[in-house]
């Protein structure tokens, strides 16, 4: 999160602290907004920038879509199912590269994935500088993961764009077991434009 506001970095390093030690039993539903909790002043966070409707809007919590974009990476990788993810309704720089984020606005969209490992899984998250790490620890089946994209295509001068992922999961011995696809349909910026402070 590089190039992050102040105020972002801050309710990111508040955001990513309530995943630290989470415990999923097995076939346990994970869901970002369930753990995450309430979101406002009383809370900690500073309000920043983020998309609601049409507009770019000063809210407590802005920023905490990296924390949810790391965790869907995460699960991605760990080869975990995913119920529920969105995409950002355009491309936000953060997110690099395209096609491969997910938001969150409690009650939803909410990201949600499930431990179908047979044994306990232990999130934990770290920050050094400006990257935020999710770490998953359990007990590995040896299943492999193979991950293609994102792809971006579609890409217009406005900055709509649209992407797809693709995931791959093997068993221990090889055998193909489930694919993935996600897709990603981004708009043009420039239709969320930045509502101005009224203290302003």
């Known amino acids: 999160f590089s190039g992050s506001p102040s105020s972002r970095i801050y309710n990111i ?24 909790g309430e979101i406002g002043l009383e809370q900690g966070y500073k309000p920043e ?11 407590y919590g802005g920023g905490l879509c990296q924390v ?17 993810r969105q995409a950002h309704a355009f491309p936000v720089k953060y997110y690099n590269p395209q096609g491969f984020d997910a938001t969150i606005y409690p009650p939803h969209p909410d990201l949600r994935f499930v431990n179908d490992t047979s044994s306990n899984l232990l999130i934990q998250t770290k920050i050094k500088g400006t990257e935020l790490t999710f ?4 007990t590995s089946d040896g299943r492999r993961v193979e ?7 579609d890409i217009k001068p406005d900055g709509s764009m649209k992407a797809q992922l693709i995931r791959k999961i093997f068993d221990k011995d090889g055998n193909f077991i489930r694919e993935s696809v996600f897709n990603s349909n981004y708009k043009s910026p420039a239709l969320y434009p930045i509502e101005k402070n009224p203290l302003e």
């Open 68 to 84: 949810s974009t790391t965790a869907f990476r995460a699960a991605v990788y760990a080869g975990l199912p995913i119920k529920e």
């Open 135 to 138: 770490e998953f620890y359990g």
């Open 13 to 36: 390093k508040i955001g990513a602290a309530k995943f630290h030690g989470v415990l999923l039993k097995p076939e346990e539903e994970f869901s970002f907004n369930t753990i995450l």
């Open 147 to 153: 991950v293609e994209g994102p792809v971006q295509y």
């Open 49 to 59: 920038l983020t998309i609601k409707r049409d507009k770019m809007v000063l809210e």
